[in-house]
């Protein structure tokens, strides 16, 4: 009869372990996703393209001095330097003729600057100051940047961020309620130990410790396994796309793997306390309800 009780314990130990497992790779895969869909929206944003049309009197060392200063301002991310001859060539490969040859072998491109900025300035409204300034600079003759692409763009990217926050707040609230009631029913098994203990005058500490102690051991195991099942599935990931480790970094793989881990600690720490608050205080007669 011992012997069957204690499989039985096993058994129960095992079915919250894995269950446990289950809702915390649940949990990582939000935070991965969450993290990963803003370092995405950031890559995006800074890759948007603002050209800087050079003035005809601006010659490639000058356009090279303005860059570097440019490159100083703090919603500057990244600058490139097109000379004219370089837009000549690209033009003519794009259009498979040379543009120059119908106007006398002159060249009908100027100098002009790529300038990448940092993803916070990436707004129509941080665009419109920034293009007032550059346009009050001597060299700049005129900025060019897709207004309908960026507004678009922007607005793409605040419906998704606002579809993956309620995502986000579902499952973690999904997550909860699913270890919550996987404890309850753990220590449901056990309430009338519990009933017992409290007559035989012992604390509510030292009847909760035991509890503790096993809620402790199930969520570091099932967090350890959460975490080595996500941190497997994501370099094996990485082996066979390289872009996905341009957006998943090692900072975020990183965030994940310690959020499962606290949230392995805290959860079934928290859910245990809580229940086996729950069963001290109730009465004997409801104990059979």
Not at 246 to 274: D, F, K, N, R
Request: charged share 20%; hydrophobic share 50%; aromatic share 8%.
């Amino acid at each position: 009869m011992k012997k069957k009780k204690h499989h039985g314990f096993r058994l129960q130990w095992f079915t919250s372990c894995i269950s446990t497992t289950l809702v915390l790779l649940l949990l990582g895969l939000v935070v991965l996703f969450g993290l990963s869909a803003h370092e995405l929206s950031k890559q995006v944003r800074e890759n948007l393209t603002v050209t800087l049309l050079l003035d005809d009197d601006v010659e490639t060392a000058q356009a090279d001095t303005l860059a570097m200063r440019l490159q100083l301002k703090p919603y500057v991310r990244r600058t490139t330097v097109i000379s004219s001859e370089q837009a000549l060539k690209e033009e003519s490969e794009r259009m498979g003729t040379d543009p120059s040859e119908f106007l006398g072998g002159a060249n009908p491109y100027t100098a002009s600057i790529e300038m990448n900025v940092g993803a916070e300035y990436a707004c129509t409204d941080s665009l419109l100051m920034i293009s007032k300034e550059l346009k009050a600079m001597w060299q700049v003759a005129d900025v060019v940047y897709q207004r309908d692409l960026i507004e678009n763009l922007n607005r793409t990217l605040q419906k998704a961020t606002l579809v993956l926050a309620v995502l986000a707040a579902l499952l973690m609230v999904i997550s909860v309620v699913l270890i919550n009631n996987t404890v309850r029913l753990s220590v449901y098994a056990r309430r009338f130990t519990i009933h017992t203990m409290r007559l035989v005058g012992a604390s509510w500490g030292f009847i909760r410790w035991p509890f503790i102690k096993r809620s402790l051991g199930i969520g570091i195991t099932a967090a350890v396994l959460a975490d080595g099942f996500l941190l497997a599935s994501i370099f094996w990931a990485f082996r066979h796309d390289i872009y996905i480790a341009q957006i998943v970094s090692y900072e975020i793989v990183a965030i994940m793997a310690v959020s499962v881990l606290v949230a392995g600690l805290l959860l079934p720490l928290v859910c245990t306390w809580l229940s086996v608050g729950h069963f001290l205080r109730m009465r004997e007669a409801e104990m059979y309800r």
